[in-house]
């Protein structure tokens, strides 16, 4: 795990950093509840694919991952709220004992909701408890995991959104998680003009180098080798793609992969999930609705086309005569003069497979299973997007998801060979 500020400070400054992650501790989990506020107990419990979780099981499990990987193991004499919740609120550790199954996580109406917000509370509670008692070097070693702790829960903040947008798009009332802001954050600035910025390659250093917190697989800090490039300054947008659905970019199997054409034919996609077609794919913009966290909403053209597969952004790259960028090119164009909507609007697909860096070694102990295990058969995304918790993203964050996974707010920037109009 990367140093942190705690390993390198002494005393005085370790205290300061033991009452910085408890203070953190109740700002993270207090967000969770908010997030999960508009939603009734009904809505918590709905699990609408096996790739998504009911909101109920977010709030137990991120409870889950305080109580087992520091609670249990670091607190002498803990006593577990339920020890069957081991079982029932474990994700995908092997190391941490069986569990239940994921596609069956929405048939678990017991426990409660009222019972896991119990659970949560004496979570907290204990977790309070620990940071401010602990010492030596049992805090020295638990500290990291508090931080990993925190860092995960904000990976699942973003899940409860994505995930119950999809649990709602299904249901033919479309009804809103909440009611739309007064002012959409995409809009807060305007849209810039698509421009190419020129990045001058060479040898570049990537991957996390600092003593902040970094999940294992942005590390070791090493050194890549690129081409020059161009690189797009803004992310296509919902105008920019129903231009692409009206030109017949669905129906060309040309631009596609393989594999990308057999899920446009398997799913009968015939544009970005959650668009509302006016009955003709090739009707003017203004015609389109997107259905999305505020409900279905005329399509707005200048906002970042979201809810796109890696297949539809590699297909979409095809059409425009460009190419999507790789993960390294996505990183050292962060400093480009004039780049914009690098975080905060949508995780944005590279040309990228989730691979280990050289010299990668995966946390210890349980953690170990956090993301190593997942290196095989995934694209890389780079960014954050609307529904990623302030804070969370940093230039080196490596998102990674299936090709064919178009529930995110996942979008694209293009990018292009040095010299190429």
């Known amino acids: 795990m990367p140093v942190t500020a705690l390993s390198a400070s002494p005393d005085c400054r370790a205290d300061e950093w033991r009452d910085s992650l408890k203070n953190r501790l109740a700002e993270v989990r207090a967000h969770t509840l908010a997030l999960a506020a508009p939603l009734s107990a009904e809505d918590q419990c709905v699990q609408s694919m096996p790739d998504c979780s009911p909101t109920k099981w977010h709030l137990a499990?991120?409870?889950?991952?305080?109580e087992a990987v520091i609670l249990a193991a670091h607190q002498p004499g803990y006593v577990p709220f339920n020890p069957r919740y081991f079982h029932l609120f474990n994700s995908y550790y092997e190391s941490l004992g069986p569990r239940h199954p994921r596609p069956q996580r929405g048939l678990l109406t017991r426990p409660s909701h009222d019972e896991i917000l119990a659970y949560r509370r004496h979570v907290d509670?204990?977790?309070?408890?620990?940071?401010?008692e602990s010492r030596g070097a049992a805090w020295?070693?638990?500290a990291p995991l508090v931080e990993l702790g925190l860092n995960h829960e904000q990976q699942h903040q973003e899940l409860i959104l994505t995930d119950i947008l999809h649990a709602l798009s299904c249901n033919p009332l479309?009804?809103?998680?909440?009611?739309?802001?007064?002012?959409?954050?995409?809009?807060?600035t305007p849209l810039p003009a698509l421009q190419w910025l020129d990045?001058?390659?060479g040898t570049v250093e990537v991957g996390h180098g600092s003593d902040a917190f970094a999940f294992d697989n942005e590390t070791p800090r090493h050194r890549v080798l690129l081409a020059p490039y161009r690189i797009a300054n803004r992310l296509v947008t919902c105008g920019d793609f129903a231009e692409f659905i009206a030109d017949g970019g669905y129906e060309t199997a040309s631009l596609w992969?393989?594999?990308?054409?057999?899920?446009?034919?398997a799913g009968g996609w015939k544009a970005p999930a959650?668009?509302?077609?006016?009955?003709?794919?090739r009707a003017p913009v203004s015609h389109w609705q997107v259905f999305g966290l505020h409900g279905a909403q005329a399509l707005d053209a200048a906002a970042p086309v979201?809810?796109?597969?890696?297949?539809?952004?590699?297909?979409?790259?095809?059409?425009?005569?460009?190419?999507?960028?790789?993960?390294?090119?996505?990183?050292?164009?962060?400093?480009?003069?004039?780049?914009?909507?690098?975080?905060?609007?949508?995780?944005?697909?590279?040309?990228s497979s989730y691979d280990p860096y050289p010299g990668f070694r995966p946390f210890a102990g349980a953690v170990g299973e956090y993301n190593g295990k997942f290196m095989v058969g995934q694209q890389v995304l780079r960014g954050g997007s609307l529904a990623t918790p302030a804070g969370h993203a940093r230039p080196t964050y490596r998102n990674f998801f299936p090709p064919g996974a178009r529930w995110q707010f996942s979008g694209l920037r293009l990018a292009k060979e040095a010299g190429a109009c």
């Open 61 to 66: 499990h991120t409870s889950w991952f305080f």
């Open 140 to 142: 020295q070693a638990a």
């Open 257 to 265: 992969l393989s594999d990308g054409w057999a899920a446009v034919q």
């Open 125 to 132: 509670a204990a977790m309070s408890r620990f940071i401010g």
């Open 174 to 188: 479309l009804p809103a998680y909440q009611p739309a802001p007064a002012r959409a954050l995409h809009l807060a």
């Open 274 to 281: 959650y668009w509302i077609a006016p009955g003709d794919v």
């Open 306 to 351: 979201t809810q796109l597969s890696f297949y539809e952004a590699a297909a979409y790259a095809e059409w425009a005569g460009a190419r999507l960028p790789t993960e390294f090119e996505w990183e050292a164009a962060w400093e480009l003069p004039g780049i914009t909507q690098m975080t905060g609007h949508a995780w944005q697909w590279t040309r």
């Open 199 to 201: 990045a001058p390659g």
